[in-house]
């Protein structure tokens, strides 16, 4: 049987173990994302940050939460930013049997970058559907994550080609 695998990336856990808004919509959109797949595999990405516990198992319980049995949950809990995140998560992408489908369930603004990198990580990916998280961010800050995205995309495809 072959297996989708929805790749959710990491966002800030607030005090108390709390799941950010941006967690809450990647997870929500990498439900909705499986919602058509007969065999879904979710692999959770992010360690621990400011508040414990880790990104990762955050995310896990919220998958548990919404119906998501755990067998179908994959932690990586090592990644402490995005490409770190997309190598780990391709090292056991590769290692996996019969992997039908890759969809990458992160922010609007972090798309791009996160799907490039796979690539380059010999993984193709597709989009999940993330609802966008602009109305619940400030304009100035929301603008900010766009434009950090440039030189992070430059500095990330730099080291992931020099270090591989």
Known sequence: MTTDVFVVLGAAVWPGGVPSNAMCRRVRGAIASAQTSP???????????????????????????????PDSILLEEASTDTLASVRNCSRIIHAMPNVHSVTVCSDVYHIPRTRWLFYLHGVRTRAGKVESGRTQTKLGKWLYYYLREIPAIVQDTFLSIVFR
């Open 39 to 69: 065999n879904p595999l979710f692999l959770v990405t992010g360690a621990v940050g400011r508040n414990p516990p880790s990104e990762a198992r955050v995310m896990q319980q919220i998958l548990i939460d919404s119906g998501i049995a």
